[in-house]
């Protein structure tokens, strides 16, 4: 079938190569924000982001079904990314992030289900893991940037009132994540505090879960008689 064919060909990029995915994901996160926020090169952002997260999900679901959840989310998060630039609609702005915001939750839930499962633990799900550490931050930007939308002021910038944009939240997202704290943006109202400190919490956590998991792989050497 067509969209077997397609989820196939789509998941073959990163088949077993979660290290180029995590590649792309650094390099992504580390290139976008010298792209100029025009409606061009949003769009152009939007897709790119799209197509990774869509090509992880076909890495690592394996199936048929969680491609073609991807696309669902995928496409409309693109439609309405579109009409938001091509009319300012700040609605379809809102929906668009929802839908990308549920795509990168699906693609965070196949990475862990690959990474986590019981059998033992290679390269690639170790790369797996920390392309499924960019997909969180990423994750919580857009959670910061709706907030944003439904709470207006709930960011300041160096104590002043701020309306940031979504690469600003995700600088913010990654200090957060990484309990960097800079303290040049930070939460003001109480939604944005309860989110930062979810994201503080699941940062440390992934840590430690992730380490618990790997001394889980090797089982203790046997006792010295």
Not at 59 to 83: E, K
Request: hydrophobic fraction near 55%.
């Amino acid at each position: 079938m067509l969209i077997q064919g397609m989820g196939r060909a789509v998941g073959g990029i990163f088949y077993q190569r979660c290290f180029y995915l995590f590649l792309m994901l650094m390099a992504f996160i580390a290139v976008v924000s010298f792209i100029e926020p025009t409606r061009l090169g949003r769009i152009v952002i939007a897709g790119a982001n799209a197509f990774l997260v869509v090509a992880t999900v076909a890495s690592v679901g394996r199936n048929t079904l969680s491609f073609v959840l991807a696309l669902v989310l995928a496409g409309p998060g693109l439609v309405y990314q579109w009409i938001a630039l091509q009319s300012g609609d700040p609605h379809a702005l809102v929906i668009s992030r929802w839908f990308a915001a549920a795509l990168y939750a699906m693609g965070i839930g196949y990475l862990m289900r690959y990474v986590f499962q019981r059998q033992v633990m290679t390269a690639d799900k170790l790369f797996g893991a920390a392309s499924m550490y960019l997909l969180l931050g990423v994750f919580w930007a857009f959670l910061y940037a709706l907030v944003e939308n439904y709470h207006p002021g709930s960011f300041t910038l160096a104590g002043q009132p701020t309306n940031p944009g979504f690469f600003d939240f995700v600088y913010f997202s990654f200090t957060v994540l990484t309990s960097t704290g800079f303290g040049d943006l930070a939460p003001l109202g109480r939604q944005a505090r309860g989110l930062c400190t979810v994201e503080q919490i699941v940062g440390s956590l992934f840590v430690a879960i992730l380490i618990a998991r790997l001394a889980g792989v090797y089982p203790p050497g046997a006792k010295a008689e």
